[in-house]
T-cell receptor, first 115, second 110 residues
Framework: DAGVIQSPRHEVTEMGQEVTLRCKPI?????LFWYRQTMMRGLELLIY????????DSGMPEDRFSAKMPNASFSTLKIQPSEPRDSAVYFC?????????????FGPGTRLTVL | GENVEQHPSTLSVQEGDSAVIKCTYS??????FPWYKQELGKGPQLIID?????GEKKDQRIAVTLNKTAKHFSLHITETQPEDSAVYFC?????????FGTGTRLKVLA
């Protein structure tokens, strides 16, 4: 099993630019989560999907952030326009709740730097 | 709102000693309590978990205890080794999403 795959691993961009982060969950998993990690705020849940449908996006900080899951094997998190305060590590995680376990498996993360 | 408090924020122990990290949660509906280890530059990795119908669980040098009445749960690492050095996160889960603690940076001194 390849685990959760995220790309890119590192992204450096300038303020105002659009940023797209990508995630491929573990095959067969039915839940997908996007987190943001910073020193100040720790691990924050941004949004999560069940069977490709967004369930709870209350953690999305502002309208500049959007997330999609067009199919069971792919999700994107987009920031437009990006700002320096968006600099953080963004993690994607997936779980298979239908198997009566809700353990979340994390990807390696994308380190975003907005200049 | 729901939150998880984690202590201590940093912990240094001598190799071979034990380490204990404690968490307190606020949401009574929480029924799943995983612990994650995060090494530098990597994503959090599950090391052990416990469900609300169990008071204690052990896996080799790692154990977790849960006191649902007090809403406390703890991670115990015995015979610590240098490779145990990392940041450890607790989480309280229910309804498919977690609330994470703020993390404990564990340093095992050789």
């Amino acid at each position: 099993d390849a685990g959760v795959i995220q790309s890119p691993r590192h992204e450096v961009t300038e303020m105002g630019q659009e940023v797209t982060l990508r995630c491929k969950p573990i095959s067969g998993h039915d839940y997908l989560f996007w987190y943001r990690q910073t020193m100040m705020r720790g691990l924050e849940l941004l949004i999560y999907f069940n069977n490709n449908v967004p369930i709870d996006d209350s953690g999305m900080p502002e309208d500049r952030f959007s997330a999609k899951m067009p199919n069971a094997s792919f999700s994107t998190l987009k920031i437009q326009p990006s700002e320096p305060r968006d600099s953080a590590v963004y993690f994607c995680a997936s779980s298979f709740v239908a198997r009566s376990t809700d353990t979340q498996y994390f990807g390696p993360g994308t380190r975003l730097t907005v200049l | 709102g729901e939150n998880v408090e984690q202590h201590p924020s940093t912990l240094s122990v001598q190799e071979g000693d034990s380490a204990v990290i404690k968490c307190t949660y606020s949401d009574s509906a929480s029924n799943y309590f995983p612990w994650y280890k995060q090494e530098l530059g990597k994503g959090p990795q599950l090391i052990i978990d416990i469900r609300s119908n169990v008071g204690e669980k052990k896996d080799q040098r790692i154990a977790v205890t849960l006191n649902k009445t007090a809403k406390h749960f703890s991670l115990h690492i015995t015979e610590t080794q240098p490779e145990d050095s990392a940041v450890y996160f607790c989480a309280a889960g229910g309804t498919y999403k977690y609330i994470f603690g703020t993390g404990t940076r564990l340093k095992v001194l050789a």
